[in-house]
């Protein structure tokens, strides 16, 4: 990250664009830097479209990066949990890597045990995306756009898809996902960003506020069961602000096979409207973050399968719930659930998504 400012290009008064690395085939990974009036900075790469750093200011002005990640691409290319990296095309899990469609069976591949998660072996955060500095109202931005091609990790149909990251002078970072697709194929795209907004130790003391009062039951394998279960009365329930580690490890059944938080809420709202979906507060720095969707669903992990074997930024081993993911995205596994919203994009359609961070200070 040193040698960014001597590598860089100006694309305008607030982007930057810097070589990030190299692949093993040859090809060049772009950093992107977006900054705004409001005093964030965005980082983020053409490889895996992901979101590379996040400089958000506490209440004292201070700066400091609130995700977790890699300083470099070699960090991304290594074994790692998805740091930030646009996920697709289907986020979280598909049982059995397999579905049916128009009488068809479609076999997937399968990374997660017999299940599918994340795209698979070779989902959209392993994969070069071109890219290219725009604007959005005046505000700094970049757009990744990337064809998945019909059969890659199982899936049928030619998928062309964007991304656009938008930093506004407003203190917000606006993801914008567009798709279409020349056969009928699900599509359920997310960012899977790790916050951690004390800017290191673990997310345990944030307090976590969700608009949901139902969420999606797993079985031992992390799975919905299809079966969606009242909040009331369970560690799950954060209508009301609350300590993420207040009740993570409570004696409940669905805690036990999260292993902490590793669950579907569904959100009180109309399916294609931004709305609020979860508010995160920080007291010792003050940092704050509201998330709004137009997705019906936020899936909230608590970073309980890090183990502290992968090292990051700064040379950082991450252990167990060190970093904080709340997915805005489409009901998982809803291929193989019809009591599920159908996720099925069809030729003709487009797919369109936006979920929005804003950031404030106690």
């Not at 096979?257 to 979860?278: E, M, N, S, V």
Request: proline share 5%; hydrophobic share 35%.
């Amino acid at each position: 990250m040193a040698a960014l400012k001597a590598a860089a290009t100006r694309s305008g008064p607030d982007i930057e664009q810097a070589v990030f690395g190299t692949l093993p085939g040859g090809d060049r990974a772009s950093l992107y830097v977006l900054r705004s009036g409001s005093g964030l900075e965005a980082r983020i790469t053409n490889y895996g479209a992901t979101l590379v750093s996040l400089m958000v200011p506490d209440r004292n002005g201070r700066l400091a990066d609130v995700l977790l990640g890699f300083d470099d691409l070699e960090g991304l290319l290594g074994n790692r949990p998805y740091f930030g990296s646009t996920i697709g095309r289907y986020a979280n899990r598909i049982a059995g890597g397999r579905f049916i469609l128009g009488n068809r069976n479609y076999t997937l591949a399968a990374n997660d045990g017999e299940h599918h998660l994340h795209g698979g072996l070779r989902g959209f955060d392993k994969c070069l995306w071109s890219a290219r500095p725009v604007r959005r109202k005046g505000d700094p931005a970049v757009a990744l756009r990337l064809r998945s091609r019909d059969g890659e990790e199982g899936y049928p149909g030619n998928l062309d898809v964007e991304v656009v990251y938008v930093l506004t002078t407003a203190g917000e970072l606006r993801i914008e996902y567009s798709a279409t697709i020349d056969q009928p194929c699900p599509v359920n795209l997310t960012n899977h960003a790790y916050f951690n907004f004390a800017g290191g130790g673990n997310i345990l003391d944030h307090e976590l506020k969700i608009y949901a009062d139902r969420f999606a039951l797993i079985d031992g394998s992390l799975v919905p069961t299809g079966e969606v279960r009242s909040v009331q009365g369970t560690p799950l329930d954060f209508r009301t602000p609350a300590r993420i580690g207040a009740r993570i490890g409570a004696d409940d059944e669905q805690i036990r096979r999260g292993r902490g938080y590793d669950h579907t809420y569904i959100l009180a709202k109309k399916a294609g409207q931004l709305t609020p979906a979860a508010e995160v507060y920080e007291r010792k720095s003050g940092r704050a973050m509201r998330i709004l969707t137009t997705e019906p669903t936020v899936q909230l992990y608590s970073g309980n399968f890090l183990d502290g074997s992968v090292r990051g930024k700064g040379g950082v081993a991450y252990g167990a719930r060190s970093g904080l993911c709340l997915e805005t995205q489409h009901y998982p596994d809803s291929p193989n659930q019809p009591q599920f919203p159908s996720t099925i994009l069809m030729p003709g359609q487009v797919y369109r998504q936006v979920t929005v961070h804003q950031f404030a200070v106690l």
